[in-house]
């Protein structure tokens, strides 16, 4: 399949974009190409799809449940146990609401740790995207329980990984350092070294964890991974709120990718003081994310702009902190860098995930500044075309399905938590 995408707005030119299978091929003026389907790019501007770096997809069933608790008392109380009881329908349905609401603001990749790989896979396929799907792991400290998950990773590469296209690839998932062992985290490091897979790992999420760590461990949470040798450029920490400078070092000296989540930080409280500037300054890729619809309620990768961009100011009392380029940049092409990906970027030779931003809405009039308009001014509905590896999954802001999809998962979500 081949797109010609005509007069479209691209880094303040107006310019032609030619895809041909999954791949930018050609980005010049007046292109003279026969294409499949050509999309006019009048009052629209193109832009890189967003790689929301983490989150928790079939959490959409817990959207607006257990709100306003802290960051331990909703999982124990709210989420954990209700989890316990999610089927594949659940997790299939829930995913695709995830995905559904992820291209109508603009997403096209996403790094996905929850539970039933499968059911997150199976649907990314359906819908479309790309996705860094995590096997799940938890042992609770529990040397059984350590054994299976071992066994559920192995099967999973073995039997079920090479099922899908290569839009969707597997990543261990360890939920932190508190539920699950040293030695299970050792096993994983090697695992994944062995078949070349990132691995995606809440850390330093709060001054509890941190204070535990160090109580338990005698040593802060980066430390700790450092010390146990599991330090790596496949690593992927969400959150990492809690670092020192000598962290920082750790982290940029084994390339490791830390994923800035405002929207949960703030809303459970876990902490505000992220460190951007520093952890840029130091060499380490920081990509966002918004995490899952249960902590942050929505999975909109333009208000999460904003929201790094204005958090990282406040806090410090600088109105030049993590510019509108900066938090941009996070949100695509160093999202892509941090798992593995020739994406983010719109250059021939790069994968064709892309948007068409709708310029006809009052967010971008005056449009002095594209990024800038869009980072603080606008928000997810303001996509109006998502094409992701070189396909169409939305034009005119209408997915196919999208009607089923929402009313479905409605269904699930209500009878899930009524039933508890």
């Known amino acids: 399949m081949s797109i010609l995408i005509k007069g479209v707005l691209l880094n303040d030119a107006v310019k032609d974009v030619y895809i041909e299978k999954n791949e930018i091929r050609h980005i010049g003026t007046d292109l003279q190409v026969q294409a499949d389907q050509v999309i006019d790019g009048k009052r629209k501007a193109l832009i890189p799809g967003f790689v929301n770096a983490h989150t928790h997809a079939a959490m959409t069933l817990f959207r607006g449940f257990g709100d306003d608790m ?49 059911a997150t896979a199976d649907a990314v396929e359906e819908m479309g995207m790309r996705a860094l799907v995590a096997g799940a792991c938890f042992d609770g400290f529990n ?3 350590a054994e299976r998950c071992k066994r559920e990773n192995e099967k999973l590469m073995a039997e079920v990984v090479g099922n899908y296209s290569d839009r969707i690839r597997y990543a261990a998932g360890p939920h932190a350092i508190y539920t699950v062992s040293g030695e299970l985290l050792k096993w994983i490091h090697s695992f994944t070294a062995e078949h070349d897979a990132p691995v995606h790992l809440h850390l330093a999420e709060t001054e509890g964890e941190v204070q535990d760590s160090v109580k338990k461990f005698g040593l802060t949470p980066v430390r700790y991974l450092n010390k146990l040798g599991v330090l790596s450029p496949r690593l992927i920490i969400a959150h990492g709120i809690y670092v020192d400078d000598d962290e920082i070092r750790m982290l ?11 929207a949960s930080n703030m809303k459970l409280a876990s902490g505000i003081r992220f460190k951007f500037c520093e952890m840029r300054k ?3 890729t920081v990509a966002l994310g918004t995490d899952g619809c249960s902590s942050s309620n929505n999975l909109d990768m333009v208000e999460a702009m904003k929201l790094a961009s204005l958090l990282g100011k406040a806090w410090r009392k600088d109105p030049e902190a993590i510019p509108a380029g900066e938090i941009f940049k996070a949100a695509t092409e160093a999202g892509a860098s941090a798992i593995g990906l020739k994406a983010g970027r719109i250059a021939e030779g790069y994968l064709a995930d892309l948007c068409l931003v709708d310029l006809n809405i009052p967010a971008f009039i005056p449009n002095h500044n594209f990024v800038s308009n869009l980072v603080y001014a606008a928000n997810g509905s303001c996509i109006d075309t998502v094409i992701c590896d070189g396909k169409i999954l939305m034009q005119d802001k209408k997915v196919p399905g999208e009607e089923e999809i929402m009313e479905r998962t409605a269904e699930l979500a209500y009878k899930l938590v009524k039933e508890s």
């Open 70 to 118: 802290a960051l331990m008392p909703w999982l124990e109380q709210k989420i954990w146990p209700n989890e316990d009881k999610l089927t594949y329908e659940d997790m299939y349905w829930g995913t695709k609401l995830a995905c559904l609401e992820m291209i109508k603001s603009g997403t096209t990749t996403f790094s996905d740790m929850y539970h039933q790989y499968e």
């Open 252 to 262: 940029a000296d084994h390339d490791v990718k830390v994923v800035h989540n405002p």
């Open 143 to 145: 040397l059984k329980l």
């Open 282 to 284: 130091a060499g380490v």
